[in-house]
């Protein structure tokens, strides 16, 4: 299934995350889960990123969540969550299952 229909977000949307997690060297990768990842969103629906790298901290996933939710041009709204951090395996066991990796960092 194309990306965009199964996601709801444009080549132009993810381009603008890629941005953002560039601009922190810490962040490795961001995987997108949720509804959007497994095809069954609405419109409004949130956009849920797993945020990944052994240097990740608090402040790296706040200022993340700010560049997406505040500063860039992005009709939706981002829940952005520290995948290293994640105390309920139940969730870590659902991004493993349907996440999508979605920028991986240029080593």
């Given at each position: 299934?194309?990306?965009?229909?199964?996601?709801?977000?444009?080549?132009?949307?993810?381009?603008?995350?890629?941005?953002?997690?560039?601009?922190?060297?810490?962040?490795?990768?961001l995987?997108?889960?949720?509804?959007?990842?497994?095809?069954?969103?609405?419109k409004?629906?949130?956009?849920?990123i797993?945020?990944?790298?052994?240097?990740?901290?608090?402040?790296?996933?706040?200022?993340?969540?700010?560049?997406l939710?505040?500063?860039?041009?992005l009709?939706?709204?981002?829940?952005?969550?520290?995948?290293?951090?994640?105390?309920?395996?139940?969730?870590?066991?659902?991004?493993?299952?349907?996440?999508?990796?979605?920028?991986?960092?240029?080593?």
């Amino acid at each position: 299934m194309n990306l965009v229909l199964r996601t709801g977000l444009s080549d132009s949307d993810y381009a603008l995350i890629a941005e953002a997690a560039k601009q922190q060297s810490e962040i490795e990768s961001l995987v997108l889960f949720g509804s959007r990842a497994k095809g069954n969103f609405r419109k409004g629906s949130d956009v849920d990123i797993a945020v990944k790298g052994l240097s990740v901290t608090y402040d790296s996933v706040i200022r993340l969540s700010d560049q997406l939710n505040e500063v860039l041009p992005l009709p939706y709204f981002f829940d952005v969550l520290n995948y290293n951090t994640l105390s309920d395996p139940e969730l870590k066991a659902h991004i493993d299952r349907v996440g999508m990796e979605i920028y991986i960092i240029n080593k």
